[in-house]
Nanobody, 117 residues
Framework: QVQLVESGGGLVQAGGSLRLSCAAS????????MGWYRQAPGKEREFVAR???????TYADSVKGRFTISREKVRTMVYLQMNTLKPEDTAVYYC???????????WGQGTQVTVSS
């Protein structure tokens, strides 16, 4: 099984930046991509960004141009650099890994990001 641990959340003012980190351990050989999702109070979990080990990235329209996902494949780490944060970015951010079939192998415990106006 794969274990995922996020870090780096916190409270920031609108326009500020945060960097989230996610460390994967365990059966990481089953992962070909890692990504971030978020869930705001009263809303469903939504996709934020994904990076494949090939380096290909995908972003939600709402974060394009503001967020950047990157990874260290050797260490099985993934990062989410979040710039120009908005109050609507407030959510719990979850890290996930995906296998070649696109299935989520596991989820992290989540890290809270709060953006004040």
């Amino acid at each position: 099984q794969v274990q995922l641990v996020e870090s780096g959340g916190g409270l920031v003012q609108a326009g500020g930046s945060l960097r989230l980190s996610c460390a994967a351990s365990g059966r990481t050989s089953s992962i070909i991509a890692m990504g971030w999702y978020r869930q705001a109070p009263g809303k469903e979990r939504e996709f934020v960004a994904r990076i494949r080990w090939s380096g290909d990235t995908t972003y939600a329209d709402s974060v394009k141009g503001r967020f950047t996902i990157s990874r260290e494949k050797v260490r099985t780490m993934v990062y989410l650099q979040m710039n120009t944060l908005k109050p609507e970015d407030t959510a719990v951010y979850y890290c996930t890994g995906q296998d070649p079939a696109g299935r989520h192998v596991n989820w992290g415990q989540g890290t809270q990001v709060t953006v004040s106006s």
